[in-house]
């Protein structure tokens, strides 16, 4: 991964670290005067293909020195801040672009009420850096002036580095800014995991529920039972995020139930979970169920327990889940969300499936509930209602788009990983076709769940990748959508289809995907296989929903 | 932690070179990584992680890491 670090000021200390690391390239130019000719030269770095994403951090005071009256610091801000904002515009770039926030370091000897006008100003430049990242989807704003305030500015900056070196910050503030740029470039690449298992008792409340009783165990808004109702309000914003929650704890069912239903301090409640195993079964078992019954991967689970016993069972059981150690002190339960946060389900942004991502999951287990009870499957298919949206891809499904290349497995005929970039890449070629579909039905809106991507030439075609989210496998979804391709390429004079499947540890099941649909293997070695079909002796496929082009 | 102990991991870390061969004798110019960069870095890594001051004048006479770990063993 190669990122452009600019910047106004000396942040060499974070250039040589990045040196040394193996799976990022910082480049930056020489001279920390430059970084505004950079992004205005259309044949420097920050042009450049191979670049992923560009980091500028800015120091206010350097940016409006000179400047003497409020007056001419704002014009100054006001300034830079537009031209940044045109080039970035005016360039259909599809890199990270990180502009940072500004910080006043209050240097200056001045009056309590005049210290206001450097709030002024960072709001002046806050403000329209906020409105360009509302406009363009690839810009982000770089946190510098939380990063400072979390530290403290007496902390943050060193006036020693400055005097001799020309660096502003102190080495620790350059090491955080360094795990920052590092945290997000690797959100960028890095799969998410999907599900928080939770244990109850000394976890989401202080205490045992069959022990303490209802009115005994800690959980209130202030003073010591405030630790577990603030990790809680923490942990729901994580599902708010599109984090599945789900519960294993080894308690009685309706004891813990109760509180989850009833106290009056459970900030998570029944419907926040997707799964709940409440029971005396051994917690591996429960996970292993939590994880097929949501039909995701187990390596996609993270399992918090506060009984290191608990902890260490499950680590040497199912070595795929995630196990995090506990806080010792319940002091920093709520910072210990925050580190849970970071390590697994970081993101930059989220997607609209993300946030109905819990109810999503829950009407699947529904789904599958009826699926038991209806003898006829057929007919249950057909009563679903299924309604399957497809269309090629749009600036705004890329997103989404490579949301899905990058995390599912199961239903994925050759796994290939894509960025937004490469999607937007593809997306742009007149020898590319990607169809987005997005399916419904009677229990609700399942998103954007399928993808698939075409390469097209003259009269032959390839499907680079077939994928589909597995909350809606196994309803001949794909039927549809393959179908609706193939006559659509066959429109666009293509005779031949060619297709591959490549077995992974996880897709299974699509196996005999193209097998089922009449497509004839050509070649076959190492498990893969290689297929092709003749549009013009496609067979008949099931339907069971209706399809509609959007 | 032993200070000499702490001020060994932190050259090792700015100099690139194992805790092992960090020699406190070794004259500056004798160090190829020890640049001037490196020579503020390690001051400053020092005072932040130790506790210690380094006054602005003495910055410069530092040119080995016996002589930094002079000042600094007393504070």
């Given at each position: ?51 992923d ?14 400047c ?30 990180f ?18 006008e ?12 906020d ?12 946190p ?12 943050f ?20 800014i ?58 729901k ?53 939590i ?21 260490e ?19 920093k339960?709520?910072v ?54 497809i ?83 196994g ?21 031949i ?44 496929r ?8 959007k | ?20 061969e ?15 960069f ?38």
């Open positions: 991964m190669k990122f452009v670090l600019l910047s106004n000021i000396n942040l060499e200390y974070i250039i040589r670290k990045f040196s040394k690391n193996k799976h990022i390239e910082c480049h930056s130019p020489d001279g920390y005067g430059v970084w505004q000719q950079i992004i205005m030269d259309q044949t420097s770095m920050f042009y450049e293909d191979s670049v994403s560009i980091f500028i951090v800015l120091d206010a005071q350097e940016l409006t020195r000179g003497v009256s409020i007056e001419e610091k704002t014009k100054e801000l006001k300034s830079i801040i537009e031209s940044i904002v045109n080039v970035i515009k005016r360039q259909k770039n599809t890199k990270k672009i502009i940072s926030n500004l910080h006043y370091k209050s240097s200056e000897i001045k009056s309590l009420k005049s210290q206001n450097n709030k002024r100003l960072e709001y002046i430049w806050f403000s329209e850096l409105k360009l990242i509302n406009e363009q989807e690839n810009v982000y704003v770089f510098l002036n939380e990063m400072i305030q979390e530290l403290g500015s007496k902390e900056y060193s006036d020693k580095l400055w005097y001799l070196g020309g660096s502003k910050y102190s080495i620790k503030a350059q090491n955080i360094s795990d920052k740029i590092e945290l997000f470039l690797n959100s960028l690449n890095k799969k998410r995991k999907k599900c928080l298992v939770l244990d109850l008792d000394n976890t989401l409340w202080g205490g045992i529920i069959g022990e303490d009783g209802f009115d005994g165990i800690e959980l209130s808004e202030f003073k010591e039972g405030a630790r577990y109702k603030d990790f809680q309000k923490r942990i914003e994580l599902k708010e995020m599109g984090i599945l929650l789900a519960i294993c704890s080894k308690n009685n069912y309706d004891d813990a139930m109760e509180v989850i239903k009833k106290h009056e301090h459970m900030v998570l409640r029944e419907e926040d979970f997707v799964c709940t195993k409440i029971n005396w079964e051994p917690k591996t078992k429960n996970i292993k169920e994880a097929s019954e949501l039909n995701i991967g187990i390596d996609s689970l993270v399992f918090i327990d506060d009984n290191p016993v608990e902890r069972v499950v680590r040497e059981n199912i070595l795929e889940v995630s196990v995090p150690e506990f806080p010792k002190d319940t002091a339960l709520e210990f969300a925050h580190d849970i946060y970071k390590r697994y389900f970081f993101t930059l942004d989220n997607t609209i499936e993300d946030k109905n991502k819990t109810k999503m999951y829950k009407d699947n287990v529904l789904r599958n509930t009826e699926k038991a009870a209806s003898i006829d499957l057929e007919s249950f298919y057909k009563g679903l209602n299924t309604e399957i949206f269309r090629e891809v749009l600036p705004e499904d890329i997103k989404r788009a490579a949301e899905l290349t990058q995390k599912t497995n199961q239903f994925n005929l050759t796994t290939k990983r894509y960025t937004e970039k490469e999607i937007s890449g593809f997306a742009s070629s007149n020898n590319v076709k990607i169809y987005i579909a997005s399916v419904s039905d009677k229990y609700g809106d399942n998103g954007k769940v399928s993808l698939v991507i075409v390469l097209i030439d003259d009269e032959n075609a390839v499907f680079d990748s077939f994928i589909m989210s597995c909350r809606v496998m309803r001949y979804i794909e039927d549809q959508i393959i179908d609706y391709i193939e006559n659509d390429l066959k429109e666009n004079g293509v005779k289809i060619k297709a591959m499947y490549k077995p992974t540890k996880k897709n299974k099941p699509v196996l005999n995907f193209y097998d089922r649909l009449g497509y004839k293997i050509i070649n076959e070695s190492n498990g893969e296989k290689e297929y092709q079909l003749d549009l013009s002796k496609k067979s008949m099931k339907v069971y929903g209706e399809l509609i082009k | 932690m032993d200070k000499r102990v702490k001020l060994t991991e932190i050259a090792s870390n700015i100099f690139n070179i194992r805790k092992e960090i020699d406190f004798g070794a004259k500056k110019e004798s160090i190829e990584s020890w640049d001037s490196a020579h503020l870095a390690l001051l400053s890594t020092v005072e932040e992680e130790m506790g210690v001051v380094i006054p602005f004048e003495e910055v410069e006479a530092i040119d080995s890491l016996d002589k930094l770990f002079e000042k600094i063993k007393g504070q």
